[in-house]
């Protein structure tokens, strides 16, 4: 079983529109929990952390439910801008971190 | 804001060549890593380094990888007979520490191609 799994889609939405992606991960001592974006060739970028209670950062809301070992991410009023693949990424054994394939969104006019 | 940085933005290499990649990562960070990204695949973890030692390694990280912090500023990843398929993009990151709340820093990432 892969650590991290994600609908690697794509996801083509109209701007403006709402969508979520999926995460589940393996391993039921992680601790830590992350979406990143990553866009054409370049660097994953920290989009927001994960925590139990739920977060949200301006249009974007992350929620963690351990029991099911699933993270999702919400994004809503999308923006041409928010085209890019987002990355499910997960703490496994000692230190590793653990990346999903990732999910490619594309956000039309 | 500081940055984690890499050097070379790109390499091209003979099959067979040894490569050795550079990363800077944050001053006050204490864990670092390296990850590659073969073309339209994930990121896949190769090694974590911490307290001048490797804390963690993949499958992946084989005899013919090797990683060092030369001279406290440095971390490099050498590749020492390159194959084919180490053809990818490999990417430094730094963490400052482990608490949940810590969040990783890539940087720009070398793109290697080997022939």
């Known amino acids: 079983r892969k650590e991290v799994e994600q609908d690697p889609g794509p996801f083509n939405v109209p701007e403006g529109a709402t969508v979520a992606f999926n995460c589940t991960y393996s391993n039921s001592a992680s601790q830590s929990f992350f979406w990143y974006r990553q866009d054409c060739r370049k660097e994953p970028k920290l989009l927001m952390s994960v925590y139990s209670s739920g977060n949200e950062d301006g249009r974007f809301t992350a929620q963690l439910n351990r029991a099911s070992q699933y993270i999702s991410l919400l994004i809503r009023d999308s923006k041409l801008s928010d085209s890019a693949t987002y990355l499910c990424?997960?703490?496994?054994?000692?230190?590793?971190?653990?990346f999903g394939t990732g999910t490619s969104l594309t956000v039309i006019p | 804001e500081p940055e984690v940085t890499q050097t070379p933005s790109h390499q091209v290499t003979q099959m067979g060549q040894e490569v050795i990649l550079r990363c800077v990562p944050i001053s006050n960070h204490l864990y670092f890593y390296w990850y590659r990204q073969i073309l339209g695949q994930k990121v896949e973890f190769l090694v974590s380094?911490?307290?001048?030692?490797?804390?963690?390694k993949s499958e992946i990280f084989d005899d013919q990888f090797s990683v060092e912090r030369p001279d406290g500023s440095n971390f490099t990843l050498k590749i020492r007979s390159t194959k084919l398929e180490d053809s990818a993009m490999y990417f430094c990151a730094s963490i400052g520490g482990l608490a949940p709340s810590e969040t990783q820093y890539f940087g720009p990432g070398t793109r290697l191609l080997v022939l």
């Open positions: 990424v997960v703490n496994g054994i000692g230190n590793q971190f653990y």
């Open positions: 380094f911490y307290n001048n030692e490797i804390s963690e």
